[in-house]
């Protein structure tokens, strides 16, 4: 095993790990039979449209685990917490697939779309054409490009796959740098990352910071570290139109219940 493998931020120990998983998928599943899955998938929802109601927009995140938590819900069921989250006025849901060090996969993310309407966005760590195709061959609406792990000329390769192939990827950012590396790639929805992937440190301040640099005419997501209805009420004042929010709903005993409180709602008496 490389050194680098065990050294580096937290970042680069995951991009390690997920290149050497996907060089291996790569050989046993080839690209061709993705394009194949790919005519036989189910339509695309339009993920853009969900996340810009005239509401507080929240792309619930179905993640057993985290990095920085560790596990988060133990047992998970995808099924379960889809419909529930759905039925809970989630805007879209987004589902982990990475597997080592968040416990996600594919087959959660195709068992979640199968049981609700809502647009899925696959969050994963993405730096190769074949996960485009792997991704809307099971069935995903969106996927998640980190700016922080591609180059310029890659990150435009993968924003124009995804439309190419109908989803419209949400490019993430966590500086002002990265920031005008996604508006210059064209990226059509942006999402600011609270955390910083490097350290796993947590600053909401981030997202009020870089608000200002994202035009209107881009769809801004708040990402991460968000605890309550005033956090979304201000943050859509400062100009953010959807926020996502994973954490606070899987240690929840009642995700629910978690979503209505960010939603404003007020639990109904017993």
Request: with cysteine; glycine share 6%.
């Amino acid at each position: 095993m490389s050194a680098h493998a065990d050294s580096g931020t937290v970042l680069e120990r995951i991009l390690y790990a997920r290149r050497l998983e996907v060089d291996h998928r790569k050989r046993v599943l080839p690209e061709a039979a993705l394009r194949y899955g790919v005519n036989a998938a189910t339509p695309v929802r339009d993920f853009p449209s969900a996340l810009t109601s005239n509401a507080l927009n929240i792309i619930a995140e179905l993640k057993p685990a985290s990095p920085s938590k560790g596990i988060l819900r133990d047992p998970f069921h995808p099924v379960e917490l889809a419909r529930t989250l759905e039925a809970a006025g989630a805007a879209v849901l987004s589902v982990l697939t990475e597997g080592e060090f968040f416990r996600g996969s594919l087959k959660n993310l195709r068992d979640a779309r199968q049981a609700v309407k809502l647009p899925v966005f696959r969050k994963d760590f993405i730096f190769d054409t074949w996960q485009v195709w792997e991704t809307r061959a099971n069935d995903a609406d969106s996927f998640l490009l980190i700016v922080a792990a591609l180059d310029d000329e890659l990150l435009r390769e993968l924003i124009a796959l995804g439309r190419q192939v109908g989803m419209e990827p949400l490019v993430e950012v966590h500086t002002a740098a990265e920031l005008d590396r996604a508006l210059a790639a064209e990226a059509r929805i942006i999402g600011v990352n609270n955390r910083d992937l490097k350290t796993l440190d947590l600053r909401v301040a981030t997202s009020f910071e870089l608000i200002e640099r994202i035009p209107d005419t881009c769809i801004a997501v708040s990402e991460s570290g968000l605890r309550t209805h005033d956090d979304l009420t201000k943050l859509r004042n400062a100009g953010f139109d959807a926020f996502l929010i994973g954490e606070s709903l899987m240690l929840s005993p009642d995700p629910a219940a978690a979503l209505g409180a960010f939603l404003g709602r007020s639990a109904l008496p017993a």
